[in-house]
Antibody, heavy 114, light 109 residues
Framework: QVHLVESGGGVVQPGRSLRLSCAAS????????MHWVRQAPGKGLEWMAV????????YYADSVKDRFTISRDNAKNTVYLQMNSLRTEDTALYYC???????WGPGTLVTVSS | QTVVTQEPSLTVSPGGTVTLTCASS?????????PNWFQQIPGQRPRALIY???SRQTGIPARFSGSLLGGKAALTLSAVQPEDEADYYC?????????FGGGTKLTVL
């Protein structure tokens, strides 16, 4: 059974950094691309980034491409999102998702506030 | 910046049929945009419904169908049930980058 669990969220001050993790299980992680998607409170879904199965191909949304970095460790079945220079507008529930995307984790909440 | 546009809200009667659409600011939506559709009930994670225009995800009933219609991606719900009341999002592919639509709030009334 496919299982994705995000972690690393919390309250952080503007300008600081945070690294999110997404632990995967129940499937051959190294065969699938992985996405990060966020949802601000009361708002719609916003696609953030995708990384190919081998990590060689990466794409970002324009809104974050100079501040966020997606990476993965196939030995640990984990995908990461490094978020730098955080802004109040980055406050959201951050989801990781597999492939199409088809399976989603429950999300981890990031609150950027002074 | 690419904008993907959906109807903000739609209402349908139980047992009825409704079509949601998804338009791209770059031009007609085609199969090369690999349209995806998701359902989200408030407080829950998104649920994948359709990928690559018209392929249903595992376990999705046949009353959910995807297509291309008049230059847009479309999601049609047939025999609508009260539990279909939710937010629906499309996702389009642009050569690597993906963009979500703003979502359609579907009310079953």
């Amino acid at each position: 059974q496919v299982h994705l669990v995000e972690s690393g969220g919390g309250v952080v001050q503007p300008g600081r950094s945070l690294r999110l993790s997404c632990a995967a299980s129940g499937f051959s992680f190294s065969y699938f691309m992985m996405h990060w998607v966020r949802q601000a409170p009361g708002k719609g879904l916003e696609w953030m980034a995708v990384i190919s199965n081998d990590g060689r191909s990466i794409y970002y949304a324009d809104s974050v491409k100079d501040r966020f970095t997606i990476s993965r460790d196939n030995a640990k079945n984990t995908v990461y999102l490094q978020m730098n220079s955080l802004r109040t507008e980055d406050t959201a529930l951050y989801y990781c998702a597999r492939d199409n995307p088809d399976y989603w984790g429950p999300g981890t909440l990031v609150t950027v506030s002074s | 910046q690419t904008v993907v546009t959906q109807e903000p809200s739609l209402t349908v009667s139980p047992g009825g049929t409704v079509t949601l659409t998804c338009a791209s600011s770059t031009g007609p939506v085609t199969s090369d945009n690999y349209p995806n559709w998701f359902q989200q009930i408030p407080g829950q994670r998104p649920r994948a419904l359709i990928y690559s225009t018209s392929s249903r995800q595992t376990g999705i009933p046949a009353r959910f169908s995807g297509s291309l219609l008049g230059g847009k991606a479309a999601l049609t719900l047939s025999a609508v049930q009260p539990e279909d009341e939710a937010d629906y999002y499309c996702l389009l592919f642009y050569g690597g980058v993906r963009v979500f639509g703003g979502g359609t709030k579907l009310t079953v009334l």
